[in-house]
């Protein structure tokens, strides 16, 4: 596996796979490896020939109050476990190679990024993450994108993106991986000490709640997202939000008709954890 850390060197790297007839597969990453970004990587393993995984701690999608420098980071280590996955490339730039002096665009994407984790973290959150990755699309040029669906309206974000800009890029989304006790993977999760590790397992429990609920015949937004809060009250969790929307608009949904997402963003201890399901109201083969 190769570390390249230039924009140049990258896009030589990619013109000689492209030369030979090679796809490319990008995997975007934030890095502090964990089995969530090891299951993109092998979902691009098997089904690209050129395996780029970025490695990038983006500044630009951190509020002033977010934990940009407490963030974990562990190159040494996520190179290891990337290799070992089979990846050819790990890009770590540095921020002034990505943001040299000058820089002076935005990307923003209007509608989806007012509600959820756009409403609470602030337009520059989503703002940060469409620029940064319309710069690895234009930097990596993929045939293929993997993104995971623990970040639902982030990849909602970036289909967008790339419906919006006609970018060659075809995204796949990958499904939530989680722990054992179903606290769904996150590089955050190392914030959590003992006690708070055990009330997070509240989120996952939340959201099973609200589709054991739905798969009991209820269908009423508000009493599904009622069965979520309780479980979370219990664990003394008071979500930033908690709520039932449309899984391809983000709008809300007074009842679940179909197919509707439900996302749940709190802090627990000294984390800010996410988690989704889709809720499905189908009456048969219902996968919730
Ligand atoms: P990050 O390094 O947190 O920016 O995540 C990089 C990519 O991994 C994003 O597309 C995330 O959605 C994805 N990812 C993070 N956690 C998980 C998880 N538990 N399961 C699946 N994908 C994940």
Redesign the pocket.
């Known amino acids: 596996m190769r570390i390249i850390r230039t924009i140049v060197e990258l896009r030589e790297a990619v013109r000689d796979a492209k030369r030979r007839g090679e796809s490319v597969g990008l995997v ?4 502090a490896f964990h089995d ?2 090891l ?2 990587m092998r979902e691009a393993r098997q089904n690209t020939d050129l395996v780029v995984v970025s490695l990038f701690v983006n500044p630009t999608q951190f509020g002033p109050n977010e934990d940009l420098s407490r963030y974990p980071r562990d190159e040494e280590r996520d190179a290891a476990m990337a290799e070992e996955h089979g990846v050819d490339i790990l890009f770590a730039p540095s921020p002034a190679e990505i943001y040299p002096d000058g820089f002076a665009t935005t990307i923003h994407i209007a509608g989806i990024t007012d509600v959820l984790d756009g409403a609470i973290r602030g337009a520059h959150h989503f703002d940060g993450v469409a620029t940064v990755v319309a710069k690895l699309f234009g930097i990596v040029a993929p045939d293929v994108a993997y ?5 639902a309206q ?1 990849v909602l974000v970036v289909r967008r993106l790339v419906r919006d800009l006609d970018l060659d890029v075809r995204i796949e989304a ?1 499904p ?2 989680r722990e054992a006790d179903g606290l ?4 955050r999760n190392v914030y959590l000490d003992p006690d708070s590790r055990q009330r997070a397992t509240a989120l996952n429990r939340a959201l099973d709640a609200a589709a054991a609920a739905v798969e009991r015949g209820e269908r009423d937004a508000a009493a599904i997202e009622d069965a979520a809060r309780r479980i979370l009250a219990d664990a003394g969790i008071e979500p930033e939000y908690l709520e039932l929307r449309d899984a391809e608009t983000l709008h809300p949904v007074a009842r679940l008709d179909g197919e509707a997402l439900l996302a749940v963003a709190a802090h627990v201890g000294a984390a800010r954890l996410i988690d989704n399901h889709i809720l499905r109201s189908a009456d048969k083969g219902d996968d919730v």
């Open positions: 975007p990453t934030m890095g969530g970004h299951s993109l993104f995971g669906q623990k970040d982030q990958c939530i991986v769904a993977m996150s590089s």
